[in-house]
């Protein structure tokens, strides 16, 4: 299976700061590459799929970028309600895979 | 807009069955989509168990191949998770959705706890 690692485990920001957020794949998923949003008692919302292509209503702080193996999720001035957890999908192979999740919190 | 809704179990007893079913609205079953079940252990990440077609075609997680089922249930417009043999480690929020994030329809989740 594909393993995903998720870099840093938590990142502390402070509001209207940039959080960059970094995803690896253990081999190429070329651009099958999401990001989710979590956050307690929620559901997970897709953010960004195809590596780049922000989801239907994600606001344009919000990007991805990469392909292959390295993948980052950017979130330019941080509001409050981006503090949550973020994961990174492969749905290159399956089984599809996350990444172990980053928590970024507030500074 | 689709929705999907999770009802469980609450609680299993060890080595019994955990069974959990998702009613999909605003939306046919029948369409092409994959439906998939994720999980989340407290205090963990989140886990892929598989997923399902309207036909009952199946893709499983290796990692819980042997003990997993889905089924889709056409006349309810619902698909199901059956997982055996269940120990602590399989408690979880169970969450439904739709495999790819391009629809990215999720469910809030239902947590099932096992214990005796």
């Known amino acids: 299976e594909i393993v995903m690692t998720q870099s840093p485990a938590t990142l502390s920001v402070s509001p209207g700061e940039t959080a960059t957020l970094s995803c690896r794949a253990s081999?190429?998923?070329?651009?099958?590459l999401a990001w989710y949003q979590h956050k307690p008692g929620q559901a997970p919302r897709v953010l960004i799929y195809?590596?780049?292509t922000r989801a239907t209503g994600i606001p344009a702080r919000f990007s991805g970028s990469g392909s292959g193996t390295e993948f980052t999720l950017t979130i330019t001035s941080l509001q409050s309600e981006d503090f949550a957890v973020y994961y990174c999908?492969?749905?290159?192979?399956?089984?599809?895979?996350f990444g172990g999740g980053a928590k970024v919190e507030i500074k | 807009q689709v929705q999907l809704q999770e009802s469980g179990p609450g609680l299993v007893k060890p080595s019994g069955t955990l069974s959990v079913t998702c009613a999909v609205s605003?939306?046919?079953?029948?369409?092409?989509?994959?439906w998939s079940w994720v999980r989340q252990p407290p205090g963990k990440g989140l886990e892929w168990i598989g997923e399902v077609y309207h036909t009952g075609t199946t893709n499983y997680n290796p990692s819980l191949k042997s003990r997993v089922s889905m089924s889709v249930d056409k006349s309810k417009n619902q698909f199901s998770l059956r997982l055996t043999s269940v120990s602590a480690a399989d408690t979880a929020v169970y969450y439904c959705?739709?495999?790819?994030?391009?629809?990215?329809?999720w469910g809030r989740g239902t947590l099932v706890t096992v214990s005796s």
């Open positions: 959705a739709t495999s790819l994030p391009t629809t990215g329809y």
């Open positions: 605003g939306d046919s079953i029948n369409n092409s989509i994959w």
């Open positions: 081999q190429s998923v070329n651009s099958h």
């Open positions: 999908q492969q749905y290159s192979n399956w089984p599809l895979t």
């Open positions: 195809h590596a780049s």
